[in-house]
Nanobody
Framework: QVQLVESGGGSVQAGGSLRLSCASS????????LAWFRQAPEKEREGVAC????????IYAASMKDRFTMSQDNAKNTLDLQLNSLTPEDTGIYYC???????????????WGQGTQVTVSS
């Protein structure tokens, strides 16, 4: 059974930063795709960043690529997401996701963590 456990969420003021981390029960290098998604209140879940195995760099959603950075540590089996220059519109639950198949932004083929809350105040 795959387990993904997020940590690092919290409350910050606009302009602040947070670092989210996701610990995997399986080797992080064994997945075909690794990703972060988020879900704001009353909105659909949306992709934040995604990495294909063996690919050079993560793919980011357009509004986040200059502010967020995803990285993985194969030795620690963790997937991190650095959030900078946060705005109130970034508020939501952030989910770590992994898949043994492709399709970065697909929702139906992922293992999911329980999510971690990020709240940004103005």
């Amino acid at each position: 059974q795959v387990q993904l456990v997020e940590s690092g969420g919290g409350s910050v003021q606009a302009g602040g930063s947070l670092r989210l981390s996701c610990a995997s029960s399986r080797p992080i290098s064994s997945y075909q795709t690794l990703a972060w998604f988020r879900q704001a209140p009353e909105k659909e879940r949306e992709g934040v960043a995604c990495q294909y195995a063996g690919a050079g760099k993560p793919i980011y959603a357009a509004s986040m690529k200059d502010r967020f950075t995803m990285s993985q540590d194969n030795a620690k089996n963790t997937l991190d997401l650095q959030l900078n220059s946060l705005t109130p519109e970034d508020t939501g639950i952030y989910y770590c996701a992994a898949s043994s198949t492709g399709g970065c932004w697909r929702l139906d083929n992922k293992y999911w963590g329980q999510g971690t809350q990020v709240t940004v105040s103005s």
